[in-house]
């Protein structure tokens, strides 16, 4: 008996077509995955606004949107622009009150009494020689728009009173007005508690979120890398002869690594939200959401 012939059945075209579509989709797959795991998780998106501001005039322009997130905009892409002489500057102490410690450079207030730009090197070890910050800031440190309907006599401000009224913010109730480091305590101590490194700030200006944002981003990139040293410039500005900065240009950038460790550039607005500021007198009208 003859034996039975057996044929191999023909794999359909089709079947060979999804053979190969799942095996290069495969492929992608894997060589995405790996493409991840090499480059790292993407940053995520900023909360914070973006803006083009060449020069200060450009920054006194911006307007804030009224929420406590758009108290901070990021300049220029977020790069600091320093040129290599500032980058390089160390700012050796002269021991005087605006040279007091390496590596910490004050302005001397203008002839209308405010407060200008600083200048610092922020370091691990000069932060190690910061000692705790006392529970107040000195009566004698007293910046422009501190106080109502005083007046500069040249050197400090003098007459006028103090206002400074408890709003909602938060869960709670705080302050208004901050007496406003320019420079932060936490990088120099005690030689940052003059006038000459104050401001009258918001609370929210000051530390809501405000230049707390900043003052965290060195702090944290320098306790990360003890061994590099952040140039920072910070400069308020304010508009015709107003008591009230508008607000801070904080910019920062590692100095040994050209910025791969940090490079920033903020814009901080001087306002609080239900809070209306006349920045030339210091007066505020508080809306009712608010008191």
Known sequence: MARKRTYKRKQP???KLLSL??????????????????????APKSKYAKVTATNNQALLNLKWDGTLDGDIVHINNNQATFTNEELTQTFPSQASKLRPVDGLSLS??????????????????????????????????RPSGWFINDRFDGQKWVGGYHNNPNVKLGNGKQALWN?????GYQFFGMPTMVTENMTTGTRVQNAYPGQLVPEDDIRDAIKKHPNIKIRAQVTPLYVGDDRLARGV??????????????????????????????????KVKISNQVK
């Open 108 to 141: 001397p207030l203008d002839n209308q009494g405010r407060s200008q730009q600083g200048n610092f090197l922020a370091s691990q070890s000069a932060i190690n020689k910061v000692t705790a910050r006392p529970e107040r800031i000195g009566y004698d440190v």
């Open 179 to 183: 007496k406003s480091h320019i420079v």
């Open 21 to 42: 579509i799942i095996v290069i989709a495969l492929f992608g797959f894997y060589f995405w995955q790996s493409q991840q795991d090499h480059h790292g998780t993407p």
């Open 13 to 15: 075209p089709q079947n």
């Open 249 to 282: 240009h904080y910019m920062a950038k590692s100095v040994q690594d050209n910025g791969k460790t940090l490079n920033f550039n903020y814009w901080i607005f001087n306002v609080q939200p239900g809070i209306q500021i006349d920045y030339k007198t210091a």
